[in-house]
C-alpha cells in the first residue's frame, strides 16, 4: 500500500531554498518517491487552512516515505528546508479499495 508524505511549506528565503529541491527530489526518487503535487496553485474550498506551498511525494509504502524522511541522504537537504522555511509535514499510509 502506498504511503505519502504532504508537506506545507512557507519559505522564507527562496534562493536558500533552491538547492533543496534538487537535493530532496533525488533523495526522494532514490526511494522510489514520485511527486505528486509540488507548488502550484492552492485553492481553499472549506476550513481556516492557509497553505502556502504544498509538496505531495507518493512512495510504495509507508515503510519507504519513513526510510527516505529518515535516510542520511536526505538528511542534508533536510537540514537546509529547516533553516530556511517552516513547514507542517505528515506521513500519511494510503488507501486502496479491496
Do not use: C
Not at 40 to 62: C, L
Not at 74 to 86: D, E, G
Amino acid at each position: 500500500m502506498s504511503g505519502y508524505i504532504i508537506v506545507d511549506i512557507v519559505v522564507h528565503d527562496p534562493v536558500a531554498y533552491e538547492p533543496y529541491k534538487k537535493m530532496a527530489h533525488a533523495a526522494a526518487t532514490k526511494y522510489g518517491g514520485r511527486y505528486i503535487v509540488r507548488g502550484g496553485t492552492v485553492e481553499v474550498r472549506e476550513g481556516s487552512w492557509k497553505p502556502s506551498r504544498v509538496v505531495v511525494i507518493e512512495f510504495p509504502s509507508i515503510e519507504q516515505a519513513r526510510a527516505f524522511y529518515d535516510s542520511a541522504e536526505y538528511a542534508p537537504a533536510l537540514a537546509i528546508r529547516k533553516s530556511v522555511a517552516t513547514s507542517n509535514l505528515i506521513i500519511v499510509e494510503g488507501w486502496e479499495e479491496k
